[in-house]
């Protein structure tokens, strides 16, 4: 089963879990930078209140639903906030064409300026005409776990002129293991590439879950995401062009075999179950540090430093995954009180 068909069926299995709840809300991610994210608002009659639930569709198992639910209650204001948003929205028929990469799909039930439920889907980006979405979304978000905040700059992206920042390379027709590397690369990007292998700059490349990873280290750390789909290839490097000599060498060094893991930390959660912790797959890589910080890449493909303490003066992080010297391991305990 595809994985498009395996999420629409654990969909299917939460709607029959809640069918008994008068739904108020119901926002998917799909695919959102290869994350599977289903969340939704319920009204609880009984209670008279409204909650908030959510489940990472790619570790949920249908038979276990609410060992993997995820709830937070949601104040009657928040909810009346959107529904005051919502009169206000208009959507009109000449939607753009959707496709299923990086897919938000929002159900609201409640009427919107011209008198239908707001139901509507879109790519990555919050529609620049449909900027009053906005306030829904950081309400929701705000509802949500600190570590999913990055979804929501991203879905604001279009809004605030970003869009550039998250988009990847263009599709490129490239069977990336045999294809001519001459289709893609001039003669000088290749000429820098192969000093860069020469100098084994290529420091870190790893395949994750349909695309590789890779930091390069010339005269400064440069992050390289390529995106492989069945001989289609898109590609990013933080150096901001679209084709550069980062990209070749590590082509290159996918060919070569040349594969060297990336250290991995995750936040820590203190009052987190043990079963959450082990299925939590929302990690880091991390590409060094200096005296307080570590360098990580963020969800943009970018290296981005981040305080090892916290604000309670605590280590904010665990290793998930360390170098054969547990270099990070040995960092973060001189940090423990
Ligand atoms: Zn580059």
Redesign the pocket.
Known sequence: MSEQKLNEVKITQIRKYFKKNDLFLELILSNYELFNIYIRIDYLKKLDCYRLSWFDLDIININNIDRYLSIEYISKLNIEDIKSICKDIEITNNQEEIDNSNLVSLYINTSIKNNNKLNISFNQFIPVKLGLLSDIFIIIFANMPKKLESFLYELHASLRGEVSKYKMGNKINFNINKDNLENIFTKDIIDIGNVIILKNQVKYLEYIYGRYYAL?EDNKK?V?IIDDDNNIIQMK?????SI????YAVIKSIRNNQYHKFCKVSLKKNNESLINKILDLNYFLCVGYNENNLEIINNVGEIMETSIVGFNKEVSWVVVEDDEKNTLTKLLMKFEK
Request: charged share 15%; proline share 8%; glycine share 0%.
């Open positions: 390069v440069e390289v490097c933080s150096c901001n062009k550069c000599p980062h990209m």
